[in-house]
């Protein structure tokens, strides 16, 4: 999709697809790369360096754990709403899914293809809507209160990059068909994300170190004991 806006994009798909299966598609190619971004900045802090682990306790551990959950069940969160039934209630409303997808697609072959990478994203997807379903939406009362129970579906992140392939594989071979392209969403990083935050981090942790030390040899300078409001 190259430089061009979400609206321009999406009337492409149209143009190539038609109305209702471009348009799905679209929202959803919209949703795995906004999953791909939030799951990216979580690996730049929690799963790359050891270092970097070091560097976020040295800085604030207890805000930095917070946010490893959260991101964390984020992840999750976010990939089974992709994967959820079409539609769910009683009213049968209708959901963002890529289980959607199929029974939009008039290729006979490409809907049995799609079908089937369906199916397998939603086996490679089970852990994540077992967390949803049991410990993020909705809080398991066994679970709460460590009583048995059957536990929570392991999980990695190992396998929520699985999870990710075997979505971005369903949207590829919609893709590859109708225009011969495929995205990579998992190339790229933010700009004044993770990474410049932990540089900034970095430098913040040196100087406060630095100051303790003086202080610690009673060589302290006026600055040590300014504390600009922020």
Known sequence: MGSQTADEAKAANVAVMGEPLGVLYSALWQS?????VYWKEYVELFGSKP????????????????IQDE????ALLRISRLTDPPKTGRAGRQNLSIQALPALISDATLKAQVTQLVADALAETAFCRDWRNRRIAHSDLL?????PTTPLAD???????????????????VAGHYMDSESRFDLGGRINGAVSLLYVLNEGVKVGETREKRLEEGKPIPEDFRCEPI
């Open 155 to 173: 999980a990695s992140r190992l396998k929520v990059k699985t999870a990710l392939l075997s979505i971005t594989a369903v949207l590829n071979a």
């Open 32 to 36: 795995v790369a906004l999953v791909h």
């Open 71 to 74: 991101l964390w069940e984020l």
């Open 143 to 147: 679970l709460a209160l460590d009583q």
């Open 51 to 66: 270092e970097r682990i070091d560097l976020l306790n040295r800085a604030a551990p207890a805000f930095f754990h917070m």
